[in-house]
């Protein structure tokens, strides 16, 4: 056991001394307050939704998922059957299903300890600029310790204020509206991901459906819109691969 902790450390400190290590944790910097302000949100709404500090933390540290968090939170505070709760957890992390996909053309030489730390620690932003360093879905060797350094900066800037918002929920109200960095953070994170027609159609599309079944109970509008959403996106798809490109005129070929 004491070979396996040593071999880990040193794996870890060769990590951290890539310079790629610091310039994912660099990259990652930009979105950390809202990040941070997020977070803080987060916990403090854990803690005033009736949950015990314990079980906040507890929440928080395995979980990870501050959409997911926010989602089931309502639903707890009313009562809501337990199947309903994690139904809509695992409806809002569904888009982890598509990122693990890809995350696999990078990682899947790794060992399964290792990809589950990876599973663990990654999420949307982190995502977003390593598909931009890295557009290309094959392994280098920068690529481990740019994810770790990028990961480890948005776990930190996620779980310092989320504990303080445990800790401190009652001397910060919900009121002060924080939550609206962290809402700005996802909408940039939203922007640089809508690169093409399928993804802009579902987007629309759930924004649309979220608003229109606004009135349904325990939040089930965020149902609504995620299904919605999947099937749109999934049509629009389909669509774009099967429209035939239109002929060119003048082109190589033509008879003159």
């Not at 902790?5 to 870890?12: E, V």
């Not at 997911?68 to 707890?76: E, F, G, K, N, R």
Request: charged residues 10%; proline residues 5%.
């Amino acid at each position: 056991m004491t070979g396996v902790a040593l071999t880990l450390s040193q794996r870890a400190r060769s990590i951290v001394r890539d310079p790629f290590f610091w310039i994912g944790s660099k990259e990652m910097g930009g979105t950390a307050l809202g990040i941070a302000a997020w977070g803080l949100v987060t916990g403090v709404a854990m803690v005033k939704s009736g949950l015990s500090v314990p079980l906040a933390l507890l929440m928080g540290f395995t979980a990870y998922a501050g959409s997911a968090q926010l989602a089931v939170l309502p639903l707890i505070a009313v009562g809501a059957p337990l199947w309903v709760i994690w139904f809509t957890a695992i409806c809002v992390n569904l888009r982890f299903v598509i990122l693990s996909s890809m995350w696999r053309s990078y990682f899947s030489h790794l060992s399964l300890r290792h990809r589950l730390a990876v599973a663990y620690f990654s999420g949307d932003v982190i995502f977003v600029n390593f598909m931009r360093r890295y557009p290309e879905a094959r392994p280098q060797p920068e690529q481990l310790p740019y994810f770790w350094g990028a990961a480890l900066t948005n776990w930190l800037a996620w779980q310092i204020p989320s504990t303080l918002g445990i800790f401190l929920a009652d001397q910060i109200p919900l009121s002060w509206g924080l939550g609206f960095a962290g809402v700005l953070a996802l909408v940039g994170v939203l922007l640089s991901m809508l690169n093409d027609r399928a993804t802009w159609v579902a987007s629309v599309v759930a924004c649309t459906a979220a608003v229109a079944a606004f009135a349904l109970p325990l939040k089930l509008n965020i149902l609504v819109a995620i299904a919605a959403a999947v099937a749109a996106g999934l049509m629009a798809e389909q669509l774009q691969k099967q429209a035939k490109p239109l002929p060119k005129i003048g082109g190589e070929g033509e008879s003159r």
